[in-house]
C-alpha cells in the first residue's frame, strides 16, 4: 500500500524538522549577540538577521529575549557540567578525576569558545543573577568536594579548596575571555584560539594544576 502524507501527517513533520534546524541556528547566532554585547545591549533583530529567520520565531521558541539568554546560558554550562559528571562516575581517585574534569573542560570550552566570555560578562553586566537562578554555582561547589576528597587522601596540598576550585576553572576559561588581547603579545601568534594553540593551553593548564595541587610539590 503506498503512504501518502495528509494535512494530518504533514505540519507535525514539517514542525518537527524546521525545529531541528531553526533553534541550534538561533542560539548560535544568540551566542554570538551575548558574547560581543552582553544580555542588555543585545538585539533580537541582530540575532534573527544573523539566524537568517524572522524575529517572531525567537519569541515563539524562547518566549522572551531573557528565556533564549538563559537558553544560551545552559547551553553553554552543561557540557561543563557534564565534564565533571564523567570523570567523577569513573570511581578515580582525585588527582585523575580533577585532570580529566579539566581536559573535558578545556575540550568543551575548545569547541564553543564564546562560552567563557558569556559567563564573564554575565559577572560582569547582569551580577550573576541569572548564573545564580539556573544554579551554575554548583559546578564549584562540586569541583570543590573533590578538593576537599584530594585533601583528606593526602594527595593534594592544604589549601583553602573553594577557592582552588575558583583557580582552576578561572585558570581554564579566562584564556578564551583574553583572546583578542592575547593576539598583540609579541611571539605568542595572531590567533591564540587555534588548534595549536589550544592544545598547547589544555596541556600547560593540567600541568599547572597538577604542580599547583599535589601534596609536597
Known amino acids: 500500500m503506498r503512504y501518502t502524507a495528509t ?28 558574547a560581543t554585547k552582553g544580555f542588555a545591549a543585545a ?3 541582530s540575532i534573527a538577521t544573523r539566524a537568517n529567520v524572522v524575529k517572531g520565531l525567537i519569541f515563539h521558541y524562547f518566549k522572551s529575549k531573557e528565556g ?14 557534564e565534564a565533571l ?26 569547541e564553543h569558545p564564546l562560552s567563557p566570555v558569556i559567563f564573564m560578562l554575565e559577572s560582569i553586566q547582569g551580577g550573576g543573577e541569572h548564573f545564580r537562578k ?14 576537599k576528597k ?6 593534594f596540598r592544604e ?18 575571555c583574553a583572546a583578542n588581547n592575547l593576539s598583540h603579545i609579541p611571539g605568542r601568534g595572531r590567533n591564540p584560539l587555534n588548534r595549536q594553540s589550544l592544545a598547547r593551553h589544555t596541556a600547560e593548564v593540567m600541568a599547572f594544576v597538577r604542580k599547583g595541587t599535589t601534596s609536597g610539590s
Open 7 to 34: 494535512a494530518e501527517n504533514r505540519p507535525h513533520r514539517t514542525q518537527t524538522r524546521d525545529r531541528e534546524v531553526t533553534v541550534p541556528a538561533i542560539l548560535d547566532a544568540a551566542e554570538i549577540e551575548f
Open 43 to 45: 538585539r533580537t533583530e
Open 68 to 81: 533564549l539568554y538563559e537558553a544560551v546560558l545552559m547551553r553553554a554550562y552543561q557540557p561543563l557540567s
Open 85 to 110: 559528571d564523567k570523570s567523577l562516575e569513573k570511581n578515580l581517585n582525585a588527582t585523575d578525576a580533577l585532570l580529566s574534569f579539566i581536559e573535558r573542560l578545556l575540550a568543551a570550552m575548545t
Open 134 to 147: 539556573l544554579g551554575m554555582p554548583s559546578l564549584y561547589s562540586r569541583v570543590e568536594v573533590l578538593l
Open 150 to 155: 584530594g585533601i583528606a587522601s593526602g594527595e
Open 159 to 176: 589549601m583553602d579548596p573553594g577557592h582552588g576550585a575558583i583557580n582552576i576553572i578561572g585558570l581554564c576559561g579566562f584564556y578564551f
